[in-house]
């Protein structure tokens, strides 16, 4: 069965700490892995996207892994922000079908404190 | 972010009741989905549409459907809302490898 597990289930820090966030998953075969930021009664806003042949891509603060031999991902957030505050969700793509099906992890929810 | 629009945000109804969410896109993407989350757990997809007059069914079965007449409009109707349709309804619409998610409606049925 295709599934993507993520860990943290929640996570609190420091405002200024850094964090990672582990996703793993049997989804195969692979297409894609991509992390999602969901805020609070907001819809999914795409972080990273990583192929196969991937294995770190950043944007700004954010540095995702990828280790497509183990399937396992992670998330590094660095010198956090009360902005961060958010669940930050594992998304792994196959290409078994045109339509490229998506497998969503249940997120990560982090707080940032003051 | 996307152009991508759903309408209403936020819906308190009384069980029976018929009701359409919106969602509308100006990007010209022709992939659309519907996706239902309850809190703190996954995405569950509901419905897709490769392109007009193109709707399939999810994973997840739903008591709603969907029509795409345009390419820009993808709306979702419940014919009778009942308390357990509850959650949050997301939109998305994709092009190659991105989706990109409207702001959700989160429906509430009484």
């Known amino acids: 069965k295709n599934q993507v597990e993520q860990s943290p289930q929640s996570l609190i820090i420091l405002e200024g700490k850094n964090c990672t966030l582990q996703?793993?998953?049997?989804?195969?075969?692979?297409?894609?892995l991509r992390w999602y930021k969901q805020d609070t009664g907001r819809g999914p806003v795409s972080l990273t996207i990583m192929t196969f042949s991937e294995n770190t891509k950043s944007n700004g603060r954010y540095t995702a892994t990828l280790d497509a031999d183990t399937k396992q991902s992670s998330l590094h957030i660095t010198a956090s922000q009360l902005s961060d505050s958010a669940s930050y969700i594992c998304v792994v793509s196959d290409r078994g079908s045109t339509l490229g099906r998506l497998y969503f992890g249940r997120g990560t929810q982090l707080t940032v404190w003051p | 972010e996307a152009d991508i629009y759903q309408t209403p945000r936020y819906l308190v109804i009384g069980t029976g009741k018929k009701i359409t969410l919106e969602c509308s896109q100006t990007?010209?993407?022709?992939?659309m989905y519907w996706y239902q989350q309850d809190p703190g757990m996954e995405l569950h997809l509901i419905h897709y549409?490769?392109?007009?007059?193109?709707?399939e069914k999810g994973d997840l079965s739903s008591e709603s459907t969907v029509s795409r007449i345009r390419t820009e409009h993808f709306p979702l109707t419940l014919e009778s809302a009942r308390p357990s349709h509850t959650s949050q309804y997301l939109c998305?619409?994709?092009?190659?490898?991105?989706?990109?998610f409207g702001p959700g409606t989160r429906l509430t049925v009484l």
């Open positions: 549409s490769y392109g007009v007059n193109s709707t």
């Open positions: 998305a619409s994709s092009v190659v490898n991105e989706q990109f």
């Open positions: 990007m010209g993407h022709d992939k």
């Open positions: 996703c793993n998953y049997t989804v195969s075969p692979f297409s894609n």
